[in-house]
């Protein structure tokens, strides 16, 4: 499968949910307890399954992101493990990494969405930023406006500064795509069900 093919694979599924219609109700149909990490556990792995039915993709969920490229080892920058990663079985190399996150609009949701974008980066980086793909999908309750998201996500693109003063560049585009999805969450905290995923990149 080439890059167009992956992309519209991924696109196609998140509009119409075959995937997650079949294996996980709990999104599309039954509904799920915002309770804890259920929500979070359950995209994630959702977008782990996706990667698992593309012929000739393995797809590990909660992976650790092993620096390829040591000029971004964690001794000089940080350790990431990512929601999901996706590798070509023919060389183990990986073509996607992804993360699924809670938005909200309070101070603390909006670093924590910052940091999984930064982490995003950080692994395309560590593994020798040529990936084809990086996704990052956000999940909000119907209603609530995600306010300045664009800043965000312009992190792929301008890179990022860490603690230590280490600049992150932001990704080659003539090599990689990033597309970032909205997932809206509807029904009341006891029952949830997500089958709206609005392409926003």
């Not at 979070?40 to 977008?47: D, K, M, V, W």
């Not at 101070?107 to 969405?113: F, N, Q, V």
């Not at 585009?173 to 597309?179: A, E, R």
Request: proline letters at 4%; a negative charge; one cysteine or more.
């Amino acid at each position: 499968m080439d890059k167009e093919q992956l992309k519209a694979m991924i696109i196609e599924e998140f509009k119409n949910g075959k995937i997650r219609d079949s294996l996980f109700p709990m999104l599309s149909v039954h509904g799920i307890r915002d309770y804890s990490e259920t929500v979070h556990s359950a995209g994630l792995n959702y977008i782990t399954e996706i990667g698992r039915h593309i012929q000739g993709v393995t797809a590990l969920s909660e992976c650790p992101v092993y620096p390829i490229n040591q000029q971004y080892g964690h001794s000089m920058t940080r350790e990431v493990r990512l929601d999901s990663v996706w590798y070509r079985q023919q060389d183990v190399k990986p073509i996607l990494v992804s993360e699924f996150e809670r938005f909200e609009n309070s101070k603390g949701k909006h670093d924590k969405l910052r940091e999984k974008i930064e982490n995003l980066l950080l692994a395309y980086h560590q593994l020798g930023s040529d990936l084809p793909f990086i996704l990052f999908v956000y999940w909000s309750y119907s209603g609530a406006i995600p306010k300045n998201i664009d800043k965000y996500i312009s992190i792929f693109d301008e890179g990022f500064t860490l603690p230590n003063g280490r600049f992150i560049p932001g990704i080659n585009s003539f090599v990689t795509d990033y597309l970032v999805f909205q997932a809206v969450a509807s029904g009341t905290k006891e029952n949830l069900t997500i089958n709206e995923w609005i392409q926003v990149r």
